[in-house]
């Protein structure tokens, strides 16, 4: 059993910056990966950064360049420091998880474990 919870959201102006922050609580199971996804309504959900299996991160092109995953292993914590943000970047901010062994479900959008969302709201 795991469970994911994410914290950090809110609103900020445009060329600002907030950072969330995900923990990955596992229950009898070991995280394999992690990753962070966002959605906004009437839109597909769309991944944000991946942290595989094997540490390699991967980021969305959207997002590339202004937002910066760093982690916490010992803790199963995955940070999202988002800077440069643009009112187009506000959305529901999901953190997911996955404890299959050498797990590629995070990068494909298809993990076990979900949080609840965290939102983000950019001001022009």
């Known amino acids: 059993q795991v469970r994911v919870q994410e914290s950090g959201g809110g609103s900020v102006q445009a060329g600002g910056s907030l950072r969330l922050s995900c923990v990955a609580s596992a229950y009898g199971s070991s995280i394999s990966c992690m990753a962070w996804f966002r959605q906004a309504p009437g839109k597909l959900r769309e991944i944000v950064a991946s942290?595989?299996?094997?540490?390699?991160?991967t980021y969305a092109d959207s997002t590339r360049g202004r937002f910066t995953v760093s982690e916490t292993p010992a803790r199963n914590t995955l940070h999202l420091q988002m800077d440069l943000l643009t009112p187009e970047d506000s959305e529901m901010y999901y953190c997911a998880a996955d404890s299959l062994e050498l797990s590629t479900n995070c990068l494909s959008g298809a993990p076990d474990y979900w949080g609840k969302g965290t939102l983000v709201t950019v001001s022009p």
């Open positions: 942290r595989g299996a094997d540490g390699t991160v």
